[in-house]
């Protein structure tokens, strides 16, 4: 399976601020996605990040709130924005080859106060 | 809307025992199911899967059950380990380029 790093690994920010976490693959991959796991909960799916073209977001989640980028086929980012306390979770991106088959990075601890 | 749900939130078993995890799902479309193992810490590590076809696949110490009459899917985890204790997620989806859709989770324990 492919190597998936995040970063940042873990950050405390404060409310009104915006965070940009990376997701890198160390091979090509066809899809990537991007969830949410709100403490002590499962994970939601919030959007599908599209290599060239605008992410696919999930109902209740939005491009103002959780801009995406794609850039190549191994590297994506998403914004959080104008944080608020119920913004603090653990952010994953997963990413799918050919296979419905999904595999996760290690995940981005945020705290907002 | 549809969704994938548990039936049990904690689960403890001893040492060297057999554990049987459960989920059901809803959605009559899912063609392809994964069971995930997130540690403390750590992102969700794939176990195993299984595709709507079949009704049982066999890893090691790891075996999944699909009942699609009943919505129901399973894991059984043989001679568990300490090791083992994690949380524990089923996921679903339509297949292709979908997303996961994935069910509350079960915390497992190992007693020693």
């Known amino acids: 399976s492919a190597v998936i790093s995040q970063k940042p690994s873990r950050d405390i920010c404060q409310r009104g601020t915006s965070l940009t976490i990376q997701c890198q693959v160390d091979s090509q991959v066809t899809m990537m996605f991007w969830y949410r796991q709100q403490p002590g909960q499962s994970l939601t799916l919030i959007a599908t990040?599209?290599?060239?073209?605008?992410?696919?977001?999930e109902s209740g989640f939005v491009i103002d709130k959780f801009p995406i980028s794609r850039p190549n086929l191994t590297f994506s980012t998403l914004t959080v924005s104008n944080m608020s306390p119920e913004d603090s979770s653990i952010y994953l991106c997963?990413?799918?080859?050919?296979?419905?088959?999904?595999?996760f990075g290690p995940g981005t601890r945020l705290l907002v106060l | 809307g549809e969704s994938v749900g548990l039936h049990l939130p904690t689960l403890s078993v001893q040492e060297g025992d057999n554990s049987i995890i459960n989920c059901a799902y809803s959605n009559s479309a899912s063609d392809y199911f994964i069971w995930y193992k997130q540690e403390s810490g750590k992102g969700p590590q794939f176990i195993i899967d299984i595709r709507s076809n079949m009704d049982k696949r066999q890893g090691q110490r790891v075996t999944v059950l699909l009942n699609k009459t009943v919505k129901h899917l399973s894991l059984q985890i043989a001679a568990t380990q300490p090791g083992d204790s994690a949380v524990y997620f089923c996921a679903e989806t339509g297949g292709g380029a979908d997303g996961l859709t994935f069910g509350k989770g079960t915390h497992l324990i190992i007693q020693p």
């Open positions: 997963s990413v799918g080859t050919n296979q419905e088959t999904q595999y």
């Open positions: 990040a599209n290599q060239g073209s605008e992410a696919t977001y």
